[in-house]
């Protein structure tokens, strides 16, 4: 039984992809768990449009700015962080992934969600669950599922992958 979403966002820009869990060696925060994970699991942000960070600000989330330093002429962007976490103590809390290439359908665990972290990806859904604390930034974002779907290959397609 999976949790009941707070939030869904079609056709997702994600960037900026850590699923295999790699530990952040320039924070402070952030250990390895002793498998080579952090112990703050994956992450990965969300750029958003106007209306939806307007939507997101209301419900007091973190949203943060993208500013480009070295391109003061770009505009800015807005983006979420969602963290992608397993509990093994608490299974109905761990995200459920699906992997969608052609007709495949592939639920991705926690040691097979790296995969997407250099996959060619043209579609992300996802519904998002928000932490209860309200901390410095705002509510902390968890993934709770996501549908990514994988560019096409035709060679992939024809060998069933």
Request: proline share 4%.
């Amino acid at each position: 039984m999976a949790r009941k979403a707070d939030y869904v966002i079609k056709n997702a820009d994600i960037r900026w992809r850590n699923f295999s869990e790699r530990v952040n060696t320039r924070s402070q925060y952030d250990r390895d768990r002793g498998d080579g994970k952090s112990i703050n699991g994956g992450s990965f942000a969300i750029f958003l449009p106007d209306d939806i960070v307007t939507e997101l600000r209301a419900l007091n989330v973190a949203v943060r700015e993208n500013t480009h330093v070295d391109k003061p002429d770009t505009p800015l962007e807005h983006f979420i962080n969602v963290t992608v976490q397993f509990d093994p103590s608490n299974p109905w809390k761990n995200p459920t992934i699906w992997q969608i290439s052609g007709d495949n359908h592939v639920k991705l665990d926690e040691n097979t969600m790296g995969n997407l972290d250099y996959a060619e990806i043209d579609n992300v859904d996802v519904t998002l669950n928000f932490g209860s604390n309200v901390g410095k930034y705002g509510r902390k974002v968890y993934l709770n599922t996501a549908y990514v779907t994988l560019s096409s290959n035709t060679l992939a397609d024809q060998y069933g992958f």
